[in-house]
């Protein structure tokens, strides 16, 4: 089936640093989606992407969609404490049935203030 | 509003019970979803319901079993489950059926089994 890769796997950083994390798959996506999971909570859209090559922001968060439409990255700048969480990547993926989201196997951020 | 409901929360029920879960959405989404999480792994589909229709059964145990009342609700009841169905059980919603939409997911309701 339809995989998407994700790195890193997890992260420790200090408060205030930047961080990158991306996601790549060998089939070309026309949505890219990041989403962010606290700990027994349902996943929260940070930021959709629609269009190969956008550069999309939200506050201090910044993705960009790949120009392959095969890769997708998500920044986030000046990291705090309540970054902390697990970030997924996502892509739909239409059959003739309907629509499921493929899903990276996210990255853990760990923030230490 | 991109607000999707779930409940309870939390839910403990014996391998002899039967329970439901519920979700609700009032976004005019014609595309629900449900998904199974376990820990520290991404979200696995399990069922889709388009237009009030399941579209997509991921092959799941009929121990459970979804049900979609309106375009609006969406429940998933449960009966006889194993200790390794606990987990969190998510609800999704989207605008579109088909295609590239961005589905919202609920709170998630957290379930054990015992």
């Known amino acids: 089936g339809q995989q998407l890769n994700q790195s890193p796997q997890s992260m420790f950083i200090q408060e205030g640093e930047d961080v990158s994390m991306n996601c790549t798959s060998s089939?070309?996506?026309?949505?890219w989606l990041w989403y962010k999971q606290d700990p027994g909570e349902g996943p929260v859209l940070l930021i959709a992407?629609?269009?190969?090559?956008e550069l999309t922001s939200n506050g201090r968060l910044t993705a960009q969609f790949g120009i392959t439409r095969k890769d997708s990255f998500l920044n986030i700048s000046a990291s705090i404490p309540s970054d902390v969480g697990i970030y997924f990547c996502a892509g739909p993926w239409a059959n003739q049935a309907g629509t499921a989201l493929i899903f990276g196997k996210g990255t853990t951020l760990s923030v230490s203030s | 509003d991109t607000e999707v409901t779930q409940t309870p929360k939390h839910l403990v029920m014996g391998m002899t019970n039967k329970k439901s879960l519920k979700c609700e959405q009032h976004m005019g989404h014609r595309a629900m979803y449900w998904y199974k999480q376990k820990a520290k792994k991404p979200p696995e589909l399990m069922f889709v319901?388009?237009?009030?229709?399941?579209?997509i059964n991921e092959s799941v145990p009929s121990r459970f079993s979804p049900e979609c009342p309106n375009s609006s609700l969406l429940n998933l009841h449960l009966h006889a489950l194993q200790p390794e169905d606990s987990a969190l059980y998510l609800c999704?919603?989207?605008?579109?059926?088909?295609?590239?939409?961005?589905?919202?997911f609920g709170p998630g309701t957290r379930l054990t089994v015992l």
């Open positions: 319901y388009s237009y009030e229709k399941l579209s």
């Open positions: 992407l629609y269009k190969a090559g």
């Open positions: 089939s070309i996506f026309n949505t």
């Open positions: 999704a919603s989207s605008q579109a059926v088909w295609g590239t939409d961005t589905q919202y």
